[in-house]
Every structure is written in C-alpha cells, then in structure tokens.
C-alpha cells in the first residue's frame, strides 16, 4: 500500500500545525489495515479437540441424539468451519428454539432450549369447513413439537382452502396458548369473511362468437338466482386458468389455430363485493382442411390403403382432434397388418389466401423400442389387472408413445383414482421402456339421494347406493330404491366392464316394481331379469345383445271399475316373458367432424317366445339430429321415433304388452293420452297400441335477458300416431285403433337453476280426435343434491 504525502504549505498556520496529526493518521490506518488482514487466516486455522461433549437444557430430546444432530465426534480435531455446521444441524432439526455451542477447554457444552411440544389443535371461527376437512389440510399434529414456520405454512393453505371457495378475504392467523411442561395449545383462529363472486365476466377481441356463447363453456360463471346452490359464481384463481385453456381449446376445436389468451383480468366493482373478469381473447381466422394426403416412407406401408382409412375430408373445419384420431386409426391399421414401429406424422402446409391446411400423413419407421414391462404402484384396492386392461399393448410389444398417452387417459377415465402418472423409462437393456404408472386412490362408493317431480307422477325420492370398483375388481354394484307419488320401483344391477378380458361389457340387472298411475284403472307388478353384453363395433357404433325375462300383472284396485277389454286383461293373471334382442346404436357425436351437430341412430329388435307365456316381435328405432347456427347461439333438434310389434301367441295381448306414448315422446297430451281406448260402461281406458311413429322438431334460443338468470326459450312442433290393437280381444266400444295423426305446436321456457333443469312447456294440440287428453301445461324437474 503506497501512501503519498502532500508537501507543506507555507503561509497559512493552520496547514502547519495539522501536519503531525496528518502523519500520525496514516500510520494508523496502514497498522489497522494488516491487523485485520491477518484476522481469517487465524480464524481458518483455529481447531478444537473436544474429549467430552455435555448437553444442558434438554428434557425430552435423548442428549445421544443432539450429539447425533452435531455430528461432532470425541477426540477428533474440528475447525471453526466444522463447529459452525453442527450448531446449524441441531437447529435445523426443528426442535429447540435456541441452540449454544460454547467450548470448555477439552469439553464442548451445548446449551439448547426445547420448543414445546402442540397438546391440542383447535380452530375457531370455521364454519364453511368443517373441522374433519382443515385437519386434512394442516401438517402440524399434536403430540409433536411446534413449529412456528410450519404453523404459518398452515395457515397459508387454510386460507387458500376458503380462496377456492370464492372467499378471497379469509384471513387465518395461528396462535399458542402455553401450557405446563413445556406444553401448548395451537389454535387457528379464521375470519372467513363473505364470499366474492364473478358480477360480470366479459370478452374483449372476440368476433366470431358472443360474450353468452363463450360464458357457457366456462367453469367460472356470473353470479345469479339460487346461487346458494352453485359455488361456481365464486373466484377462484385457478378455475380461472383452467378456463382460459377450456376457451383456446374451444377455439381449436373450431379451426381458430392462431388463436390466442392473451390475459384474464380480476377487478373489483366499485363497492369492492365483486369482481369484474375480463379475458382478452385474440381469434385470427377460421381454418379449414385443404388437400388430405397420405405418402409411405416405410416399404411395407402402402399409401394407398392408409389414405383410405381417412374420414376427413376437404372443406371440413380444421379440428387438431380429427388429426389425432386419424393418426390413431392409421396405427391401428399398422397393427392389424402386422406393420411393426409405423409412426405417423402429420405435415402441415398453411395456405392463407384461401385459409385452408394441408394435411400430409407420412408413413415413417419409428425407432425399434419394446416395451419390457409395466410397473404399477399406489393401487391398494385395485387390482393390477384392472389398469392393465386400459393399455392396447403388453409386455414385449412395441413402443408407442401415442398410445401410452391414450393409455394414461383410459386409466384416469376410471374414475378410481384421484392422481394418475403413466411416465416411461429406460429398460434394463438396449431398445427397451419400461412403463410407471403411479395412481392415488380415491373413494369409488357413493350415496346418492335425490328428488323428483313431473306432473305425471307427481313427488318422489331416490336413493342409489353404488360402487364402481367392487372389491377392486372394477366391478359396478348399484341398489336403487325409487318411491314416487304412485309408483314404486326397486333395482339391483352388476356390471363388469371387460369380461374375460376383452372389450366386452356385461351387465346383470334385476328389478321389482309396483305402479299405480293415475292414467289407468288397473295396477302393474312386474318382475325383471336381464342379462346384456355389449361390444363396440366402431369408434361410433356399438352393439348389445340381450335377454330378458319379465313377470308381470294386472292387478284391480280395491273398488275400482275396469272396461270390459282391461277386465278381461285382468282375469288372466300374471305372464312371463323370455325374449333375446339386440341394440345397435350409432353416435356420431363420439367421433364426430363437427362439434356443433350429430347424429344419433338406435335400432332394437326382440323376439319373445323362449318359453314364458307370450311370444310376439317388437322392434324400435330412434333417429336424432342436431346442430348449431348463428354462431352457436340457436340448437336446432330433429327427432324420429317408430316402433311396431307383431303378436304371435295363441293367448291375446295385454294393454301392459303394447307401446304407450308418454309426454316425453309426444307432448300436449297425458301419458297413455292418444291411442286406441275402450270406452265400453262408461269407462275410459287407454289400451295402448302395437304400431307408433312421432317426429318432433325443436328449437332452442336466447330470450335476450340477463344469462345469470338462465332462461332461453324453445318452440316446438310435434306429429305422432300410435294405433293397431294386434292380438287383442276388443269389444265394440274400442276406438282409434286405426289411428290418425296429431299435431301439435308449443313453446318452452328452459331454466337451468342449481336445482337442476327445469323446462316448462306450453302446448296446442292442432288435430286431434275426440277421445285424446291432451294438456296445455306441462312441467318436469329433476334434481339431485
């Protein structure tokens, strides 16, 4: 260090007297500089031997684990350095409060004073959540030693607890009440505070659909009537979120690929009690598929019979979906010929003057892994082979990420579990993965208790008691018991979803009912059995076959008056029926080109005279349409419904064996209200009828109003016939039994509430015959809680 000195000044006295101090000064500081030079290389060589070490100050810790803690070995030489580390190592075990290390010559005296262990865990001012629910929640338990931070840590996930409940204001604060020896009370004292719901969620940027179109596919809702019972008018920060990626996947769906969330927007309204969202949504244009191309770089891949595998087609709106599952059917075709390691890759060319998407699917050699095995842990209750039987592949086959992916979605599908990972890894050789899947159980029983209503058959109650993982075999047992105002009904029903195995579906289902409907002058008690199996035959169609036996009879009522057709329909007591039959169902929906319409068709067919009493031919059809327009905001519906019976036993058909149309098939009149009847003593009966057409026609819109209040409207035009007494023995009283079609127009008020759906339909009947009920008003609720 180089220090100069200034010559002196002349002239001035003061610059002369201070010269001695000026160098005194100077060597002050260059002796003060090498001291404290010297300091870290005497502190780094500075060592300890500790021959004894000696614990003061503990009660419940053993002093052999302090010294554990300290890892400070007797008779060993330790730095400064070592000391420090060990002083730090019994602090950081949590349980002492103040920690002193203070050597002794050879001793090492460690001074600690204990934190007090929790005795009791109460919380006070909860009343949103339950005490069992918080406890769940917390770390800290009694019987262990406090710590502050952890207790803050609690604290902070209680009052996110109440945050995703919408109440954003809860504030939680931990507090100790001493107790003798060493003991304390940790009390959680919350403030829950009132909910702060969503007033208003608003778009900014979008063109093609309307704020009320893009609010519906939101979990996050605006605050409305009964809003006791939805908890999704409330925010919730990571609803939020989730939101915005339900809204771009929305907008994909729907060829918007550029689309973009830019940001979501929590405000408070001006008297602070609600919050204003606001997302900020940026579309582009609307895509559509341009050229659709298949090219082979894989030598056994033959383009051509790939191209063909393709649904898509030119002009449809571009969906990634559609892309994924044409990339799924091609592999599966690569399967089925034996193609091993096929990938397919989709390369995509963007041609923005007329905003279409070329699409080539190239056929290329994967690289050459086999799976070796499949790992499953956490499952306690579910057996192995209930995951395994949701992967496509088994050990040794090839390796296919794609369908790993589609595997772990199969798996979380289930619903048995509340977590499910399915990650890969390196085998224990060359070319090979092995497959983890990691689930978290979850509850699979539940206890359902619902209510009903409609005008037909007025109040009920429901009870379901179900479990969907019976014995962890994923086996489905449900007991139903089902009581309305004049009606009775008991269920039992088992379902094993692969059988043997196999993509194959069985279900078992009994039941036991009594009706007493006030449309009829007679009771029925019936009995059922019915096994079913059920395959897919497609990614849309699937098939069941079936048989069925049923008991049933008609039964008179204590001082009741029947016709002369259902009196004599009474006196035959009760019947069997055994019948086989099958359903096939088609439901374009699944796979669908367009999200915003599909179709669905089911066909059945049954033949009843496998022993039993009756023997006859039934079959049914239903064939639904539907489709949005005006960006979404108007559901048109298009519904046909036939079915027709043949008789072909030697005893006569009964009212209870024909079909009846109730108001969900043909509205504007009572159940059993059009068909044939029997107006012989003065009695009017519906007999029912072995041949029924209806067509309806729906559509449903905004009514313009506040959409918290969720109404939207519909109208509605109806034409049906029901007709043709096959097998029955009538009299000469019967009427419409050649049948003649009805009419009928209406209007709909639809409410969503938190109850359930209610939908209260206004109806005209334009033609009708004489003898018909019909009704001008007719209201359904269903709802469970």
């Known amino acids: 260090m180089s220090v100069k000195i200034l010559p002196r000044a002349s002239g001035v006295g003061s610059n002369v007297r201070s010269a001695p101090f000026a160098r005194i000064a100077v060597v002050f500081f260059i002796l003060v500089t090498v001291m404290l030079a010297g300091v870290p290389n005497v502190a780094q060589a500075q060592s300890y031997r500790f021959n004894q070490v000696q614990i003061e100050g503990n009660a419940r810790v053993e002093a052999a684990s302090i010294i554990a803690f300290a890892g400070i070995a007797r008779g060993q030489a330790i730095s400064a350095g070592a000391l420090n580390d060990g002083y730090q190592r019994i602090l950081d075990s949590g349980l002492f409060k103040s920690v002193e290390l203070v050597p002794r010559g050879g001793t090492l005296v460690i001074r600690v004073e204990e934190r007090p262990t929790i005795n009791i865990i109460n919380f006070e001012g909860n009343r949103r959540i339950k005490d069992d629910s918080l406890f769940g929640l917390i770390d800290s338990t009694s019987r262990r030693v406090f710590n502050p931070t952890i207790a803050e840590r609690d604290a902070a996930t209680i009052a996110r607890a109440y945050s995703e409940q919408g109440r954003v204001a809860a504030v939680v604060t931990p507090r100790i009440i001493r107790r003798n020896n060493n003991r304390v009370d940790l009390v959680f004292e919350i403030a829950e505070g009132d909910t702060t719901e969503v007033e ?67 405000e408070f309204t001006r008297q602070r009690d609600a919050f204003f ?29 790939f191209q063909a595998a393709l649904k898509i087609r030119p002009g449809v709106v571009y969906s990634p979906s559609l892309v994924e599952n044409s990339i799924a059917r091609m592999e599966r075709l690569a399967i089925r010929q034996g193609i091993d390691f096929l990938r397919v890759e989709p390369r995509i060319t963007r041609n923005e003057r007329d905003l279409t998407l070329n699409v080539e699917f190239a056929l290329v050699k994967g690289p050459r892994i086999f799976v070796e095995r499949i790992d499953i842990e956490g499952n306690t209750t579910t057996l192995d082979r209930v995951i ?20 772990a979605e199969r798996i979380r599908a289930l619903g048995f579990f509340s977590e499910a990972e399915v990650n890969t890894r390196t085998g224990t050789g060359p070319g090979q993965v092995i497959v983890d899947v990691d689930v978290i ?38 007991i139903g018991i089902s009581t309305a105002q004049d009606s009775r009904e008991y269920t039992l029903g088992f379902s094993e979803p692969h059988l043997l195995g196999r993509d194959l579906r069985l279900d078992l289902d009994f039941g036991v009912s009594e009706r007493n409907s006030g449309f009829a002058s007679y009771d029925i008690d019936s009995a059922i059995f019915q096994p079913a199996l059920t395959f897919n035959t ?10 069925s036996w049923r008991k049933s009879e008609m039964v008179a009522r204590t001082g009741g008056t029947s016709g002369l057709v259902i009196g004599d329909e009474i006196n035959q007591g009760a019947r069997t029926s055994s019948s086989v039959g099958l359903t096939y169902t088609f439901d374009s929906r699944l796979t669908g080109l367009n999200p915003n319409a599909g179709v669905l068709i089911e066909a059945g067919f049954d033949y009843a005279g496998l022993g039993g009493d009756n023997e006859f031919i039934r079959a049914t059809t239903k064939i639904i349409g539907q489709t949005r327009i005006l960006n979404e905001e108007v559901t048109l519906r298009a519904t046909f419904e036939a079915g027709g019976m043949q008789w072909r036993s030697n005893n006569s058909s009964r009212s209870i064996d024909r079909f009846f149309l109730g108001s969900d098939i043909m509205r504007g009149f009572d159940p059993a209200g059009i068909g044939p009847r029997d107006l012989s003593s003065g009695i009017d009966d519906a007999l029912g009828g072995t041949v029924y057409a209806v067509a309806r026609f729906e559509a449903e819109f905004p009514l313009g109003l506040p959409e918290e ?14 007709y043709g007494l096959d097998g029955a023995n009538i009299s000469g009283s019967t009427v419409g039994a050649g049948g003649s079609f009805r009419h009928v127009i209406g209007f709909s008020l639809l409410w969503t509430t938190g109850l359930g759906p209610l939908r209260f339909n206004f109806t005209k009947a334009l033609k009708k015959e004489p003898f018909d009920k019909d ?8 709802a469970r809680f």
């Open 200 to 266: 208003r969620v608003s778009f900014v940027g979008n063109r093609a659909f309307s704020d009320r179109r893009l609010r519906r596919i939101l979990e996050t809702k605006q605050a409305g009537l009964l809003r006791t019972f939805v908890r999704s008018d409330t925010l919730v920060a990571g609803r939020i979120e989730f939101d915005k990626q339900v809204l771009r996947d929305f907008y994909l769906s729907r060829g918007y690929v550029d689309v973009r969330v830019n940001s979501s927007n929590a």
């Open 277 to 305: 969202v606001v997302v900020n949504v940026q579309e582009g244009q609307q895509f559509r598929f341009g050229r659709i191309t298949t090219v082979s770089e894989y030598p056994q891949a033959n383009a051509a019979h």
């Open 388 to 407: 395994r039987q949701r992967f496509k592949i088994v050990e040794g086959d090839s390796f296919n990420p794609r369908e790993i992916r589609e595997s």
């Open 441 to 478: 159980e979850q509850p699979t029983g539940s206890l359902s208790l619902g209510g009903s209503f409609s005008a037909d058959d007025g109040f009920g109650v429901a009870v379901t008691l179900s479990e969907n993982n019976f014995l962890g075999r994923g086996h489905r047992l449900a």
């Open 538 to 547: 497609s990614d849309s169609s699937k098939v069941q076959l079936r048989y």
């Open 709 to 722: 209040i969720g109404l939207r409207g519909g109208v509605f035009y109806d034409v049906g016939n029901l």
């Open 775 to 782: 009704r001008f008003f007719d209201l359904t609720i269903q």
